[in-house]
């Protein structure tokens, strides 16, 4: 590091625009610890995903069996689409209540900001830990609920999602409290005296200038929802029979149930595209990804 | 009516302003009817929230021999502490101290590694640094699911697996992205004619980044802290995959193996995810502002 630091200091006296400027290696540590431990694997999943291997051993080549088993994979189809499904409904539950909540929650009454604390505790539980509550929540003999919810396939769904709402809720009301704080008051000023009424005023204003909030909000609802595994795991171990084992949870029972750790990294190839995908498209159409400051707003 | 636009304050530090009479107007814009629609749907989600939270701590003071012939939302009828002392007593000290210094690790190896790196993303516009700065652009969209096989062989070669390293290392690294994505965004903020300034008194980039940078990017720094803190603390993912042992076993998982152990002692179980929860809630209390503060940077504001 050292030597780094009198290069740099060197720099000083050449020249004004360069002066003081630190040199490239400063990034070096960063660069070489996130590709050892984050890029490497995901180069070496798709290495994998040619070969078979039982975890003990070296991987052997099997070229193209493992793909071709993931496409002959009944349960492909139906996570895919249960992932796309598991995805809407989180995001339309999740953007409906943390909408109406955070733009509430922008007023400045005594009442609302104790109410806001409130409504975040949730969030300070990990995603285990109020796995763990629902599952006993839900219990059939225990539970609130009387029934075997966790027992239906529909029932297992409407609960994951409820439960991955009742945790990232309060984040995205945040989100969108901060947001509607920025709304320039005069545009209502303006509205009321032309007598636009309070729904009219919510549809015209409210929505639209909160526009930027929502695409933040729903990148990271899409990208969260992939995070599901926890809940998923907890409250219905993939069930009732295959109907909500999302794909990373198919990624775990292959490899680390049944040892198939080709055909893991099969399907976790498969996730890296799917995601990496998404994710390119929505950084394009949002700029999600632009160098903005983050301290506006805060 | 026209002039009441007139004041309007346009900073964006919400404190001072509520104090000032235009602010008392303002208010009074927001709120002049009671809207008794959001009244009663923050009612709703008021129930929505705390039934649960009821119904835990409720049960989790019931004796295990009441726990299956009621319904939660009963009040226990005589109230004990049996239940956390079960888990109190099954090792729950271990699983936190475990799970405090995979945090305080995590935070550290962070903070070491990405303000250097952000340091030189602002400040140098060579093609090596912009190449640094879109590798952790693209690093936002790699889900740690995806990898966890390759990384699981990798841990295993070096020889780290069932240690609290092997938690402690890729959850560092995929708690990175998002922090480099934070500071660099606050690092942009220090204008370049301070930095000049300094130059001029020869001081070192090293210098800079210690009595320029840091200080001015707190902000930013302790929105990393508090993420990657997080990230560390409800990691579940790594250490289901890489831990196995007793020995290195953090709290999550801790909880999660709670379900089988306790089986049908559900209130058990309920005092063991109150516990895990104090030590965040804890923090809530204490430093709710920069809590808050610190996520809304995280969710890119």
Redesign the interface.
């Known amino acids: 590091m050292s030597s780094t630091?009198t290069s740099?200091?060197e720099r000083?006296q050449r020249g004004?625009v360069r002066?003081?400027?630190?040199?490239?290696v400063?990034?070096l540590?960063?660069?070489l610890?996130?590709?050892?431990?984050?890029?490497?694997?995901?180069a070496?999943?798709f290495?994998?995903s040619f070969t078979k291997w039982d975890?003990l051993g070296d991987p052997k080549p099997v070229g193209l069996a493992n793909w071709q088993k993931l496409l002959d994979d009944p349960r492909l189809t139906q996570s895919l689409t249960l992932t796309v499904l598991l995805t809407a409904a989180s995001w339309a539950f999740q953007t409906v209540?943390a909408l109406?909540?955070g733009v509430?929650a922008a007023?400045?009454?005594r009442n609302r900001a104790v109410?806001s604390?409130?409504?975040?505790?949730?969030f300070?539980?990990?995603?285990?830990?109020i796995s763990?509550?629902?599952?006993?929540?839900l219990?059939p003999?225990?539970?609130?609920i009387?029934k075997d919810t966790l027992g239906s396939s529909s029932g297992a769904f409407l609960a994951i999602v409820f439960v991955g709402g009742?945790q990232f809720i309060p984040?995205h009301t945040?989100?969108y409290q901060?947001?509607a704080?920025q709304i320039?008051?005069?545009l209502?000023?303006a509205a009321?005296?032309d007598g636009a009424g309070?729904y009219r005023q919510f549809f015209s204003i409210t929505l639209p200038q909160l526009r930027h909030?929502i695409t933040?909000?729903t990148v990271?609802i899409v990208?969260g929802s992939?995070?599901y595994?926890?809940t998923v795991?907890?409250l219905t171990k993939g069930g009732p029979g295959t109907d909500t084992a999302i794909?990373?949870y198919l990624?775990?029972e292959a490899?680390?149930k049944t040892y198939d750790?080709g055909y893991?990294?099969a399907i976790?190839?498969a996730?890296?595209l799917a995601?990496?995908g998404?994710?390119?498209i929505l950084i394009r159409l949002t700029g999600?990804?632009g160098?903005?400051?983050?301290?506006?707003?805060? | 009516m026209s002039h009441d636009t007139l004041p309007r304050p346009t900073t964006t530090d919400k404190r001072p302003e509520r104090r000032r009479p235009e602010g008392l107007r303002r208010r009074r814009h927001w709120t002049r009817h009671a809207n008794p629609l959001a009244g009663l749907g923050s009612i709703i989600w008021l129930v929505i929230v705390l039934v649960p939270i009821y119904a835990m701590l409720s049960a989790s003071l019931t004796g295990p021999d009441k726990a299956l012939t009621g319904n939660p939302l009963k009040p226990p009828t005589d109230p004990t502490l049996d239940n956390y002392n079960t888990v109190l007593n099954s090792g729950f000290w271990h699983l936190l101290s475990n799970t405090v210094i995979v945090a305080v690790t995590v935070v550290g190896i962070v903070l070491v590694l990405c303000v250097p790196l952000a340091y030189v993303a602002v400040r140098t516009r060579t093609r090596w640094s912009g190449a640094a700065f879109r590798l952790f652009l693209l690093g936002v969209a790699i889900p740690a699911q995806a990898v966890v096989v390759p990384l699981y062989l990798l841990i295993a070669k070096l020889d780290l697996y069932d240690s609290l390293l092997a938690v402690i290392l890729p959850t560092a690294a995929f708690a990175m992205p998002v922090s480099v994505l934070v500071l660099t965004g606050t690092l942009r903020d220090i204008s370049e004619d301070l930095y000049e300034a300094m130059a001029l008194d020869g001081a070192s980039p090293l210098r800079m980044l210690f009595q320029l940078t840091i200080p001015l990017a707190k902000g930013g720094i302790s929105t990393v802290v508090i993420y990657a803190a997080l990230q560390a603390w409800n990691g579940f993912l790594f250490p289901l995959i890489f831990t196995q042992s007793d020995e290195p076993r953090v709290l999550t998982l801790g909880l999660f193996n709670f379900v089988s152990q306790f089986g049908v002692n559900i209130p058990a179980l309920l005092a063991s995810v109150v516990l895990s929860g104090i030590p965040i809630f804890a923090v809530y209390l204490v430093a709710r502002r920069a809590l808050i503060g610190g996520l809304m940077g995280v969710g890119g504001k």
């Open positions: 630091v740099g200091g000083v004004k002066a003081g400027r630190p040199g490239a400063w990034a540590p960063a660069v610890f996130f590709t050892f431990f984050a890029v490497v694997p995901m070496l999943a290495y994998l975890g209540v109406l909540l509430w007023g400045r009454q109410l604390a409130i409504f975040f505790v949730p300070l539980l990990s995603s285990t830990a763990v509550l629902f599952y006993a929540l219990d003999n225990f539970g609130i009387q009742w984040f945040l989100i901060g947001g704080r320039p008051p005069v209502y000023q009321a005296i309070r909030t933040t909000s990271l990208v992939l995070t595994f926890e795991l907890i794909l990373p990624m775990y490899g680390f750790f893991a990294s976790a190839s996730l890296v995601a990496t998404l994710s390119l999600f990804g160098m903005r400051s983050t301290r506006e707003g805060m």
